[in-house]
Structures are given as C-alpha cells and as structure tokens.
C-alpha cells in the first residue's frame, strides 16, 4: 500500500483489483500509443485508493487522451473539446462524495480549454487532472500544439512554428496552483505513485505526463527517456530527500543565489550538504517553480503539495453558514415569507 487517503469520500467495502476497473470496450489507441501505459496507471491505482467504484468519475473533453472514460469501468463523461474542466467542475460540486478525474491533451487544456484550465486551478477545486503532452495534436492528424517546441515542422507549421510554448508547470503554479507533479509514460511504477498522491492531495491535482505520439510525433521525448540520456536528464524528486541524479549519483541540485544550479558531488568543494532537499509541501512556490522550469535535467515526481482551502469546502461552509442565519429552512418556509394572502 503506498498509503492512507483520507476524506469524505465513501470508501469500498471490500478490496478491489485492476479487474473490476478493466472495460470491455475495445481500446482503439495505436500500438505502441503511451496511452496505453497511462491507462494502466490508472487500473493499477484506483484500487490502490480504495473509493468505492460508483465512486470514480472520469470526464474528458476532446482528442486521443479524451478517449479514456470508455477504456475504464467506472462512470464517464464524454465533453466537447476544452470543456472537461468545466463539466468536472459541476460534477464536483454537486456532489462532493466523488473522486473525480479528467483525462486531457495539450491541445484540449491549453488551447480551446485554456480559460477553464487555469480557472480550474486557481479555484482548487478538489479533482484531479491528468494532463497527456506529447507536443502535437494527435486526433487531428498532426498539427502543433501549445506545447510543440519552437521550431517543430508540423502539417501546419512547415517551416517550423514560430510560436512559443507553454512550459505547464510555469502555467499551473502561475494560476495558484497548490499540485503539480510530472511523470512520464515509460515509467508506470511512477506514474501509479505520483496519481496516488494526487488523489491524496486535497485541491486541484495536475499531473503533466510527457507521453509519446507513434504515429505524428514519435521520439518526441528521446532526449529524456533514451538509455544514454535518461540517468543525466531525470531528476527524481521525492519529498524529503537530497536532489541527487545522474547514472553515478554523483549530479545534485543546489540554490546558487536566485537560480538551481547543477554541480558535481566531488568536485570544487561540493559535498552532499550543499544539495536541496525537496519540500513539495512548501507553501512558497518559488523553488516549486524553479523546479518545474529545469530543463536539464528534467525534474520528475510531484513537484509541488502545498495545503489550500479548497472551492468545494469553502462553498459547503458558506451554504452551511448561510443557512445557520436564516429563518427560512424548507420551501415551505419559502413560500410563506414575504408578503402572503390567501385566496377563498
């Protein structure tokens, strides 16, 4: 068990397994799609969590990512494109008791859906994003998304697009945002840890996990995952513990004035107590965001877990309150205050 969840949402009776999460819809991905690795993610984790399966809502709006609520066995919603926040949102908010999840895609999050997104985030809305970026729009055949680098020859952008990125995490701790983690889709084991912490985490979880496109973006991500590069370009971040990387486990991260700095243990007077250690629940977001605008190496693992007040808690304490102070209690009394006849 990875540990204890604990809310108001109902959990299961009796144990469950990735079985009773698995559907009977053929998943018509392409082979090799690292969608199928984040779905399996998830039929891992959500036993693992332990609500009860009425429990679980998945909503999505548009795109390959979008796909996912008919490729679990749970209770699903399939949106229009850029609007699973919002629809999310209203589920949340009517209903309090579920755990919900929203599958989506660079394009679907921060082109059409961009407003809600943010809005979604500074919110804190207790739900939990899963964010699919692999820099291009898959579904539509090809063409550049928010996140395709500058430069990248795409079917809509020949000669190279001339538009800068987002960098997601930059974006979510710019709105507020109290989680940010990164995963990737060649790592599992990982991606099962880091949404377990997100359904702990009490707010609007973002789970950015830089997944591969086979068919009109392939490889777009070798130059973190490849065997020669991946032990120097994955900074594996656990709460708690020294930013130590590398295949040696000689590389760290320190604080040089106002930036991170890569250094060498060994070397130039570095030791082990010049490393940071991370603290993913700081409420200054500040190394937060540093973190998530490392380059080189990447950092990987949750991010960022700060405590916030949440939307849904504040409106329930503010309907409670409201209705503490009022003299009307039931329609009834509704109907009956004011100015009243009757009618013989």
Known sequence: MMGVIRNSIEKSPVPLTKADFVSDQMVKWCPGCGDHSI???VSKVFPEIGYK???YVIVSGIGCSSRFPYYVNSYGFHGIHGRAHAIASGVKIANPGLSVWIPTGDGDSLAIGGNHFIHLIRRNIDVNVMLFNNQIYGLTKGQYSPTSPLGAQTKTS???TIEHPFSV???VIGAQGTFFARAIDTN???MTEIMFEAAKHDGTSIVEIL???VIFNDKAHEYITSKENRDNMQLHLKHGEKMIFGKEKNKGIRLNDRSLEVVTIGENGISE???LIHDMHNPDPGIHLMLAKLSSPIAFGVIRAAAAPTYDDLMEEQIAQVKAGS??????DLFNSGETWEIK
């Open 53 to 55: 399966k009425e429990n």
């Open 211 to 213: 997944q591969n496109c």
């Open 169 to 171: 995490g930059e974006l």
């Open 188 to 190: 599992p084991p990982m």
């Open 39 to 41: 779905l399996n993610a």
């Open 158 to 160: 020949p000669y190279g």
């Open 273 to 275: 107590e010049d490393i």
């Open 327 to 332: 003299n009307i209690k039931c329609m009834d």
